[in-house]
């Protein structure tokens, strides 16, 4: 696909994105005329798809500078990048990035010294901790991995600057991680092998909220499969 193309598709997707998220349609009203983040420059390191580029967006829109790369190399889409640059986003990313470019991309977002951060997976405050010294005012992290690492440095004594703990918030553990990824792990495996899982055996390795929402998940809504997790708990549809 050409780049005009890539661009022309990626706005489709977030176009798309944009018409089936309601609240931040009415933020995006407010933060028009209040410009809640004029004079601040945000930094964002994300699972880079049309509904974050809606989110960076926004940023922009509450009057940010707003400069993003892909919190996973192997989620980020190749055509939301190119429509984001082509909006005037500073975007660092590419689908496929190696782990060399990947760090490459991640302090080139704090190139732009950014004094906000929305990070997911810790990369980016690790770099402001161990790499990187800026005046950061502040920060989210959305994903449980992040979170652990930022109560690492909690407990130590050792954070820098206030982060919201996204992750804890129950439209984030609940509808995101234990029933949107308890759902959709489910769909991509049947989808990607044409095999149901119905009366198989099945092992979730690993048994936070995401690990729970695919064992119940394989059990309520999958005919009756039998799930095992890492700790050794066994579901059966049974177990309700």
């Known amino acids: 696909m050409i780049e005009l193309e890539q661009v022309e598709h990626g ?12 609240l931040l349609a009415q933020l995006r009203q407010e933060f028009a005329s209040e410009r809640p983040l004029a004079g601040h420059r945000v930094g964002m390191s994300i699972h880079l798809e049309a509904k974050t580029a809606c989110l960076a967006l926004l940023l922009r829109t509450a009057g940010a500078e707003v400069a993003v790369t892909g919190s ?4 980020t889409q190749d055509d939301i990048a190119e429509a984001l640059a082509a909006e005037g ?11 060399t470019e990947y760090f490459d991309d991640l302090s080139r977002v704090l190139a732009t010294e950014p004094d ?8 980016l405050v690790n770099l402001l901790h161990n790499e990187i010294d800026l005046e950061i005012r502040g920060g989210c992290e959305e994903t449980t991995t992040g979170v652990h690492r930022l109560r690492i440095l909690e407990r130590k004594g050792e954070l820098r600057f206030p982060m919201y703990a996204v992750n804890d918030a129950k439209m984030k553990y609940l ?10 792990v489910w769909d991509g ?4 092998t ?8 099945v092992l979730v390795a690993g048994y936070g909220w995401c690990g729970r929402g695919i ?7 999958r005919s009756g499969a039998r799930g095992r997790g890492r700790d050794g708990w066994v579901f059966s549809r049974s177990d309700g």
């Open 11 to 22: 706005k489709k997707k977030i176009a798309w994105a944009m018409a089936h998220m309601p």
């Open 72 to 75: 996973n190399p192997l989620s």
């Open 89 to 99: 986003i500073a975007v660092y990313a590419k689908h496929g990035a190696s782990e």
């Open 116 to 123: 906000l951060i929305l990070d997911d997976g810790g990369d």
């Open 175 to 184: 509808f995101d991680n234990r029933y949107g990824t308890g759902q959709s």
């Open 189 to 192: 495996i049947m989808r990607s």
């Open 194 to 201: 044409n095999l149901l899982i119905a009366g198989k055996n």
């Open 215 to 221: 064992a119940s998940s394989c059990v309520r809504g």
